[in-house]
């Protein structure tokens, strides 16, 4: 398992024109990673996602990162942050894009 997991960080920095199930593996660790390393620095757990509020603005600070540094869809990160539908997340960081 860490051997794959090593393989799949390469893969995600040197992906060139390939497309497959491969690099959309490597893409989710990629976004994992991100969406951890968020949790760890708020000081939350998985469990917290599912009891904010789905528009909270850590939520929203955390969707930004992950649209700024990973290729995963709204819908992904609407399912793993706990903020309903894709659209609803789209509106947030258009809201917030829109106040800064």
């Known amino acids: 398992p860490e051997f794959k997991k090593e393989l799949l960080a ?44 789905k528009g909270d ?12 540094h990973t290729t995963m869809p709204l819908k992904w990160i609407a399912q793993r942050l706990k903020m309903g539908s894709w659209t609803y997340v789209a509106n947030c960081l258009a809201r917030k894009a829109k106040n800064e």
């Open 57 to 68: 603005a850590q939520k929203v600070a955390i969707a930004r990162q992950l649209r700024a």
């Open 10 to 53: 390469q893969m995600h920095e040197r992906r060139g024109d390939h497309y497959g199930p491969e690099l959309r593996e490597a893409d989710q660790v990629h976004a994992q990673r991100v969406l951890s390393e968020q949790l760890q620095h708020r000081g939350w757990t998985e469990v917290q996602l599912s009891l904010r509020r």
